[in-house]
């Protein structure tokens, strides 16, 4: 069963003891803090620590960040601390850009690396002829998310890398397209514990402040890997996070949309990936699905 809940409601908190799952998807997280209030995000926080489960995608996941930096220095900046602290460190953002609300002139479709131990079981045995799955890479739609940063704020800065997307793809741009990486506030991308600069990583699958988070996928194309999805204990409850809308694959998308018809053709191989993907996440929640029903 799955429904719909007001800013209103979520305040009153009736919902706490029989929701099996909190969910909070795309859009923009300062709305969320405007409608919730600290009342409405403390009463998700309490149902989190006291057992329960919240699944953030894009805004959901910057609003259930330590702190956030979006678009730093841009027109869109919006920075700050936030008041779940679900995931202990930061979110920075967008990851690819630049991003255009009510648009999707700044989406991609990127490739991400799966993390999560071989082969991925979704049930308790085979039941329905589901047999557990190898899943190394996959494509995911991607618009304005941004990476995990497990480290504290200051001590790392951002860096853009121009890169020519929208003219590869034959699209309709008068702005530079770019990614951007996180790097040391010294100049050096954080390195993994074996501290090999070739093998440098800015999202460990441990540090000092992710004790509680284990890393789910991570981008494959951005200098360093960072984390794109994770999932956090938090309390006696658990939250994942992801930065890219894995709920939507090819079919969901419009194909009469410029910028989401090169999304779209590298998608469509990837639907049962992604599913798969969205399954997994779902089950580290606490949240089975019918295995032959099509999400």
């Known amino acids: ?77 919006v920075c700050g601390d936030r008041q779940l602290k679900f995931y202990p460190g930061g979110k920075i953002g967008p990851l690819f850009g630049p991003y255009k609300y009510n648009s999707d002139f700044g989406s991609r479709a990127v490739l991400l690396s799966c993390q999560i131990p071989q082969p991925i079981q979704l049930a308790n045995g085979c039941s329905n002829g589901l047999k557990p799955r190898k899943l190394d890479q996959f494509y995911a739609y991607f618009s304005g998310g941004g990476a995990f940063c497990p480290y504290p704020k200051g001590n790392f800065e951002t860096r853009k890398n121009l890169d020519s997307y929208h003219k590869e793809n034959g699209l309709p741009s008068e702005d530079q397209t770019y990614s951007i990486e996180l790097v040391k506030s010294d100049g050096h991308l954080p390195l993994e514990s074996n501290h090999k600069k070739e093998e440098a990583i800015s999202c460990p699958k441990s540090s000092p402040i992710e004790s509680d988070v284990e890393v789910l996928c991570s981008y494959s194309d951005i200098k360093g ?13 658990q939250a994942v996070l992801s930065s890219v809308h894995v709920e939507y694959d090819s079919q969901c998308l419009d194909n009469k949309d410029v910028y989401l018809k090169p999304i779209i053709d590298t998608l469509k191989d990837f639907n049962t990936e992604q599913s798969i993907i969205f399954r997994y996440m779902l089950k580290c929640l606490g949240i089975s699905i019918n295995l032959n029903y099509k999400l």
């Open 1 to 77: 069963s799955v429904q719909f809940i007001s800013p209103e409601e979520t305040i009153k908190g009736a919902w706490c003891d029989e929701a099996a799952l909190y969910v909070i998807g795309g859009g923009y997280d300062l709305g969320l803090i405007k409608a919730l209030g600290p009342e409405g995000t403390n009463k998700i926080q309490q149902y989190v620590h006291q057992g329960g489960s919240y699944l953030g995608i894009c805004s959901g996941a910057y609003f259930a960040s330590s702190y956030i930096e979006f678009d730093k220095d841009g027109p869109l900046e």
């Open 225 to 237: 890997a960072p984390a794109a999805i994770v999932k956090c204990r938090v309390g006696k409850g």
